[in-house]
């Protein structure tokens, strides 16, 4: 597993992280996506400073075009809506009383190659571990206060006006907040660019998800022990075959939860991850060609210890490796 630690202050760090991306593809870009841009700046700045000390610093490492790695940076476009799961249970479905959180990413194999585990210690914030394929991105990630955050995509929905990225909002949570109350108010506290569901969990026991969407945060509570998110909204109709496929891991995670009440470790965490007959670990097992899709790692994690379990590919095919703060 690939290690990157980086330590100092936002302008330090960004710039450490600009100049191992120098060759990072841009593309061209309007007046009117820089002037938006601009605004969703503001809004970032508003939310989380040392973010945009972070974007001047990586600009300068980089030797970036600034119009185009403002664009890139605060306002690029929706991505691509694939098989992400993620789940906490809790008690009384724990076997020993702990909060439990487990995740698939899935994305694109070709990326691969660019997945790393990354130790973050910005001055001023909280620090952080997470396993990642993204530029600037952490898809997961646990603090040192013990808050974990999973992301999956949904459905696009079109803008409404300047926001905040999910990469960004990732970063302010983890910088900032120890409990999930503290994540719900600054979750709720922007307007949103993008659709995502965070998975919160906290070391105090505490879960939720928020459907985060442009114009609307909908926070869901765990109910029999247990949150889930992938990839569609609850409680909304889409007969699409995306929102079947989400919608029927979604079902396997809950029966398998049901099932094994008062008895969930992460051994059980672990076994719902690699499920095959549901897809939650998807893609081509056993050799891939680098344009297929499937699962990239897999998470399982106690946010009391704090730590986190990682397997870099198919959960059903890589051992977990245990990663604490301690060890980095």
């Known amino acids: 597993m690939k290690i990157k630690r980086f330590t100092g202050n936002p302008y330090e760090i960004g710039f450490q992280r600009g100049s191992e991306l120098a060759d990072l593809p841009m593309p061209d870009v309007a007046r009117s996506e820089v002037a938006f841009a601009g605004a969703c700046r503001g809004c970032v700045e508003e939310l989380h400073p040392p973010l945009v000390e972070m974007f001047e610093g990586m600009l300068a490492g980089g030797g970036f075009d600034r119009d185009r790695f403002t664009v890139y940076f605060f306002a690029r476009k929706q991505g691509m809506l694939r098989g992400c799961t993620n789940f906490a249970a809790l008690p009384p479905l724990t076997r020993d009383g702990a909060v439990i959180a487990g995740r698939n990413y899935d994305w694109v194999y070709s990326d691969l190659k660019w997945c790393e585990l990354r130790y973050l210690h910005v001055e001023g914030a909280f620090p ?25 995509s949904l459905p696009g929905q079109a803008s409404r006006g300047p926001g905040v990225q999910w990469n960004l909002m990732v970063d302010a ?19 949103h660019l993008r659709s995502i569901a965070y998975l919160i969990v906290d070391a105090q026991g505490g879960a939720f998800v928020a459907e985060a969407v442009p114009g609307s945060v909908r926070v869901r509570r765990p109910e029999s022990g247990y949150v889930i998110a992938t990839n569609h909204m609850l409680g909304e109709a889409d007969a699409s075959v995306r929102a079947r496929r989400s919608q029927v891991r979604y079902s396997r995670v809950e029966e398998v939860l049901r099932a094994r009440a008062g008895r969930v470790d992460e051994a059980v965490a672990k076994e719902i991850l690699s499920d095959h007959d ?9 050799g891939h060609a680098s344009g297929d899709w499937g699962t990239i790692w897999s998470s399982v994690c106690r946010p009391d210890l704090p730590a986190v379990q990682i397997a870099p590919g198919h959960p059903c095919e890589v051992a977990y490796e245990t990663v604490t703060f301690e060890m980095i």
């Open 128 to 152: 952080i571990l997470s396993y990642t394929h993204h530029w600037v991105g952490h898809p997961d990630c646990l603090n040192r206060e013990g808050l974990f955050i999973a992301i999956s």
């Open 173 to 191: 949570l983890s910088a900032t907040c120890r409990r999930v109350d503290e994540a719900e108010r600054l979750l709720r506290s922007v307007h």
């Open 278 to 286: 549901c897809t939650i670990c998807s893609g081509a097992h056993g």
